[in-house]
């Protein structure tokens, strides 16, 4: 089964008059059977919806046959992308996300006539990692990847922790005066907790290292993410 995974991005300004007004566009821009691209709209809450970005592409395929005849027939795919948009940061979350997701987002940005700034950010693992376990999410970070290790004006590094026990305060003593940067970790939940192994990065992206139902997986990102922004 299939990894479920999400990827953040942050909207600059954005209050919930954008938010109203991209929520409009998304209504009024439904997909239907004549639309080269359009919305589906899955579920809606003063401060938050879900939908779906649906684009049709056609194209011709030629296929020669024995004879050497050459016969064009039309092929139909659509190209579909699920998200989330909130009010509090992140501001869009994408789930599953595909190799290519930018006309979804200019497309919600030019929806706020360019105004609001879309992009992913650096974001700090570590913080995110408390705010779970703060939260009631209890388990251990068994697993880390340190990057731009600085030993000295000539030196840089890597490196990667891992353990069966919670190697955060591993890497300060490892690094006690080194600047560095934590690319991601990989957290084991408490039976408890009743969810698998989960990858936070650096760049917004989060990873369950094994599938779980997908109301399950919405659930935790709703949630999480409203701690995120208290």
């Not at 376990?133 to 490196?159: A, F, H, P, R």
């Amino acid at each position: 089964m299939k990894h479920r995974k999400a990827q953040c991005f942050f909207c600059s300004p954005y209050d919930r008059k954008n938010h109203s007004k991209i929520e409009n566009e998304i209504l009024q821009n439904e997909f239907t059977q004549d639309s080269s691209w359009g919305f589906r709209m899955l579920s809606r809450r003063s401060n938050c919806l879900q939908a779906v970005y649906i684009e049709k592409l056609t194209y011709l395929e030629k296929v020669i046959d024995p004879f050497g005849v050459t016969s064009e027939f039309e092929r139909v795919s659509y190209h579909q992308i699920e998200f989330q948009l909130s009010t509090y940061p992140p501001n869009i979350l994408i789930f599953q996300p595909p190799r290519n997701y930018r006309k979804l987002i200019n497309q919600l940005a030019q929806f706020v006539d360019y105004k609001v700034v879309i992009e992913s950010k650096n974001t700090k693992v570590f913080d995110w990692v408390d705010l779970l376990m703060k939260s009631g999410m209890e388990g251990i970070v068994t697993k880390v990847n340190v990057d731009q290790i600085s030993y000295d004006k000539l030196t840089t590094g890597k490196l990667t922790l891992i353990g069966h026990h919670d190697v955060r305060e591993r890497v300060h003593q490892l690094l006690p005066e080194t600047s560095f940067f934590i690319k991601n970790a990989k957290i084991a939940f408490n039976k408890t907790v009743n969810l698998p192994d989960v990858e936070i990065f650096a760049n917004g992206r989060i990873i369950f290292k094994s599938s779980i139902p997908i109301e399950d997986f919405k659930t935790f990102y709703d949630t999480f993410f409203q701690l995120t922004a208290k």
